[in-house]
């Protein structure tokens, strides 16, 4: 069954510590992206990435790291920088990475992070 | 900076009613439009994409777009409870490898 897997879905972080979120597909699609939600919001960009070995900030990158050393993988790190990091995270991707498809995502379930 | 505005609702609709959800964008280049449903707690799912002016017909949706009005809506014939939940509309331009997605409206469809 091809998908994108996130985990963990739920994580507890006190404040200062960094955690990393993982994101899996096996799609074989080239563009990555990471997104986050809260409450009453839409979704905001916070890396993209459209090749292995590469990505780009989004809207919202300061606090946060990602790598892409592998097609299928795109973590993501919340740092102790990342000054209110309570919310929902979604992983995502698409087929193309310019052009149309690029707008057709594909969504992991999700990752809530909670610092206490 | 791009921008794509939506009625957050609660938009509340009667079983077997059409429900109507609105979008608008502030980006003139816009090429692509889509429309995602989000049920709570859950993750986006892609329900609708358009690209070019007029109606596009999927099942009971029909997306609606105007490029002219900067105006995309989503329409739900037949709404049903399991309609019940946040859509999104989200915006591409042109040669910018980006969504910019709207809030979202949360649609209720009552029995």
């Known amino acids: 069954d091809g998908g994108i897997t996130q985990s963990p879905k739920y994580l507890f972080r006190k404040e200062g510590q960094n955690v990393t979120l993982s994101c899996e597909q096996n799609l074989n699609h080239d563009a990555m992206y990471w997104y986050r939600q809260d409450p009453g919001q839409g979704l905001r960009l916070i890396y993209y990435s459209q090749i292995v070995n590469d990505f780009q900030k989004g809207d919202i990158a300061e606090g946060y790291s990602v790598s892409r050393e592998k097609k299928e993988s795109f973590p993501l790190t919340v740092t102790s920088a990342q000054k209110n990091p309570t919310a929902f995270y979604l992983c995502a991707s698409s087929p193309g990475t310019s052009g149309r498809n690029t707008g057709e995502l594909f969504f992991g379930e999700g990752s809530r992070l909670t610092v206490l | 900076q791009k921008e794509v505005e939506q009625n957050s609702g609660p938009l509340s609709v009667p079983e077997g009613a059409i429900a109507s959800l609105n979008c608008t964008y502030s980006?003139?280049?816009?090429?692509?439009f889509f429309w995602y449903r989000q049920y709570s707690g859950k993750s986006p799912e892609l329900i609708m994409s358009?690209?070019?002016?007029g109606d596009k017909e999927d099942g009971r949706f029909t997306a609606q777009l105007n490029k002219a009005s900067q105006y995309v809506s989503l329409l739900i014939r037949d709404s049903q409870p399991s309609d019940s939940a946040t859509y999104l509309c989200a915006v591409q331009s042109w040669g910018y490898n980006k969504l910019i997605f709207g809030a979202g409206t949360r649609l209720a469809v009552h029995p």
């Open positions: 358009i690209y070019s002016n």
């Open positions: 980006d003139r280049v816009s090429q692509s």
